[in-house]
């Protein structure tokens, strides 16, 4: 009798359990490292804005393999609150997964703090070359490094704006202007390089101190130079006060290309107006013509875009569309391979994907070196697929306008008006 009853509560049990939904499984943390205040804030919270969005599309469709993504995160203002950020999210909170940084003194820093403690880094924009060349093992740096930025810049004025302004190459003047830390120099040593094998001879070539406060001097350095065109490598606040006082000394020129970084905020036209329409900006592409995104691809481009837009009430910036297309692919197509979430497991996850360009929202594909790219044998985890063109302030937001496959708007405004006329 005592056995029959023993049955009974074992089958009842059972019973019971299986009319009790099963426990969720946990979810996956994920540390998310961006400047939220300081002078980057303004971009960073809107990479913050498109990671949000990622994250919501992917737990509306029930996740990853049943599991939501959760965000922890830190307030990456400056290279070593990214560090102790970076440490607190590994140490305290026991985060074994980390993405950010949008610039690339933070993508350095937070980097480096990761793999010191063996931590996965999944680098969304951060563009320094140095990113990749430290010998480290876990760090993925997803968006394009900075050579490609200044050689989108000097391959749109050798293919496109030369024509334009109907002089050859060879006899354009070009000023090239640099914040003289980590991304500015990187940058600016690309091009330096970069149209020397062009055989262009830069008419300028100068750094500054990104927190200069007058910009003076480097103007009426630029005004007695008489430059054609200008390529400019600064951060919002220097970008903003270039700008003005170029306006107030009445410096012109028939076409200026920011790099990335200052001149892809929206700081830029909240601060200077109209007067920020025709400049180009060789960057991450804000929106790229659909028909270079796989099918599935636009889909997922076009849902990014509407709920950006609905709660920024603007369409996002270039950095920003790099910021959801770089996540987007850490959940679909490294995250859903995984089943320890250990970081090799993930690194060995991401030095296998092979991802043709056009499979990410901003035009991008994804192949990673692995101290087996013959350019530089040191070089491990960098996408040797990432986008990078130029498009152009407008009126109504920005267009893509080179290279001609990644194009949604032929450039405007060229030669660039003089500042009376703008």
């Not at 305290?92 to 480096?112: C, L, N, R, Y």
């Not at 951060?126 to 900075?146: D, L, M, N, S, Y």
């Not at 497991?345 to 013959?374: C, Q, Y």
Request: with cysteine.
């Amino acid at each position: 009798m005592r056995g029959l009853k023993q049955i009974c509560i074992i089958f009842a049990s059972l019973l019971l359990a299986a009319q009790i939904p099963a426990k969720a499984q946990e979810n996956i943390r994920i540390g998310v490292l961006l400047p939220l205040t300081g002078p980057l804030a303004k971009n960073g919270l809107e990479n913050w804005e498109a990671m949000q969005i990622a994250r919501d599309m992917i737990n509306e469709r029930g996740g990853i393999n049943g599991r939501k993504i959760e965000y922890l995160q830190g307030d990456a203002n400056t290279p070593n609150a990214a560090i102790s950020e970076t440490e607190r999210l590994i140490t305290k909170d026991g985060i074994k997964i980390t993405t950010g940084s949008f610039a690339s003194p933070i993508a350095i820093a937070v980097s480096q703090a990761a793999e010191r403690h063996g931590v996965f880094h999944w680098e969304t924009t951060g563009a320094a070359e140095i990113i990749t060349r430290r010998g480290f093992k876990h760090t993925f740096q997803v968006g394009a490094p900075a050579r490609k930025y200044g050689q989108a810049a000097v391959d749109f004025i050798v293919e496109d704006l030369a024509k334009r302004l109907n002089k050859p190459v060879n006899t354009l003047k070009i000023a090239l202007l640099w914040e003289n830390r980590a991304f500015g120099k990187s940058v600016g040593d690309g091009i330096r390089t970069y149209t020397q094998s062009k055989g262009i001879k830069l008419a300028y070539d100068e750094g500054y101190d990104q927190t200069a406060t007058d910009m003076t001097p480097i103007v009426q350095k630029l005004k007695d130079v008489a430059p054609d065109i200008v390529i400019a490598i600064s951060f919002p606040n220097d970008a903003i006060l270039f700008q003005r006082k170029a306006k107030e000394l009445d410096f012109n020129v028939a076409a200026f290309i920011g790099v990335s970084a200052g001149y892809s905020s929206p700081d830029l036209r909240e601060s200077i107006g109209d007067s920020v329409n025709g400049i180009f900006v060789a960057d991450f592409p804000p929106k790229v013509n659909a028909a270079v995104l796989t099918p599935e691809t636009r889909k997922v481009a076009d849902e990014f875009y509407k709920r950006y837009e609905a709660k920024m009430k603007r369409p996002p910036a270039g950095h920003a569309a790099a910021g959801f297309s770089a996540i987007w692919a850490l959940f679909t197509d490294v995250l859903p391979k995984a089943k320890t979430f250990e970081p090799d497991e993930l690194r060995d996850i991401a030095l296998k994907l092979d991802l043709p360009a056009g499979s990410l929202v901003n035009g991008s594909g994804i192949k990673f070196t692995n101290f087996d790219w013959p350019d530089d044998p040191k070089d491990a985890g960098q996408n040797l697929r990432a986008s990078i063109g130029v498009w152009q302030w407008t009126k109504t937001g920005n267009e893509e306008v080179f290279p001609v496959a990644l194009a949604t708007h032929p450039p405007i405004m060229v030669p660039l008006p003089d500042w009376s006329k703008r």
